[in-house]
């Protein structure tokens, strides 16, 4: 009897490990020209790129610096151990833990101890693998470690977007710049561009660079540590926002796979009243609306892929000019 369970399970793991590293084709097209890349990759980092498309574009708006015209967005994770040694100090964690197994709720069970770090982590690694088949694409990937290497934030940068970004609030950047002997044209180059954003120390700065738009980057560095109900900002999104969340809570409890109608806007403090908030709202309604265009009825891994096979070429030269 335990020959035959071994034989099982061996017959299982077999199975297991063969569907994972089953190849499949992933095409890949161009932007801008008829061109097609084929990708050959095994099924499990197919997988692994649709869950992390999915939480950092729609989710965590990556969607509107790959197709719009947001200049850098950022995300994070914790270390999985780390994610997964806090998650005992988590204050519901009993209570959660009761509600899942009595009576027994398996797919709260599944959910509750999916590994979204551990997810997030390898989708990034993945990531990092596949984009060496775009060698001078427009994007950069910049990764930091903090709180004691606890914490991976990464950053998706438009390069060309940026340059614009600096050149067009020179005057604010300009310290960066002289204190780092560049020019904005040097941060085509990958290295100067992580050494430039490794030195952006400034609230005000990074905001700018985020498309929070510089008056309200500004005045949120100002009343930064502030008592958030003292501070002359609201969120940019009020009521859209809470319609995103509902949608996405209901979903998850519900176990729904989730929709491009919810995808999330770009979120950030701001002063409701200005003429840049009133601008970049209907830009990022506007972008809202052509994302949710493209991927429709697109392989997300090969919609978000052809946006990265954008190169700097044409583009480069321009902001040379």
């Not at 299982?12 to 089953?22: A, K, P, R, S």
């Not at 890949?28 to 890349?37: A, D, G, H, K, L």
């Not at 994770?77 to 040694?85: E, I, N």
């Amino acid at each position: 009897m335990i020959k035959g369970f071994l034989k099982a399970f061996a017959l299982f793991v077999l199975g297991w490990w063969t569907i994972q590293y089953w190849p499949v084709t992933v095409e890949v097209r161009s932007i801008t020209s008829e061109e097609v890349i084929t990708i050959r990759m095994p099924l499990k980092d197919k997988r692994r790129l649709e869950f992390f498309f999915r939480e950092v574009c729609f989710l965590n708006v990556w969607a509107y610096t790959l197709l719009g015209n947001k200049p850098m967005s950022l995300d994070q994770y914790t270390k999985p151990w780390y994610a997964f040694r806090n998650s005992f100090k988590n204050l519901d964690f009993n209570d959660t833990l009761k509600e899942c197994i009595w009576p027994p709720d398996f797919q709260r069970i599944c959910y509750e101890l999916t590994p979204k770090e551990l997810k997030i982590k390898l989708g990034l690694e993945a990531l990092n693998k596949y984009l060496q088949y775009f060698p001078n694409s427009r994007f950069f990937l910049f990764t930091r470690y903090r709180n004691g290497n606890e914490i991976v934030d990464f950053r998706l940068v438009d390069k060309i977007k940026v340059i614009e970004t600096v050149k067009n609030n020179f005057k604010d950047f300009q310290n960066v710049l002289l204190n780092l002997k560049i020019t904005p044209e040097d941060l085509l180059q990958k290295e100067i561009m992580q050494i430039f954003l490794e030195n952006l120390k400034h609230d005000g700065l990074l905001g700018t660079l985020l498309g929070f738009g510089r008056d309200n980057a500004w005045l949120f560095s100002k009343y930064h540590g502030m008592d958030p109900l003292k501070r002359p900002m609201v969120s940019a999104w009020p009521e859209e926002e809470l319609i995103n969340l509902d949608q996405l809570n209901l979903r998850t409890q519900s176990f729904q796979s989730w929709e491009l109608s919810d995808l999330f806007y770009p979120r950030f403090a701001c002063d409701p009243d200005s003429g840049e908030t009133k601008r970049l709202k209907q830009i990022y309604r506007e972008e809202r609306e052509k994302i949710i265009e493209y991927y429709t009825g697109k392989d997300i891994v090969e919609a978000t892929l052809s946006l990265f096979n954008q190169q700097l070429n044409t583009e480069s030269q321009s902001i040379r000019d």
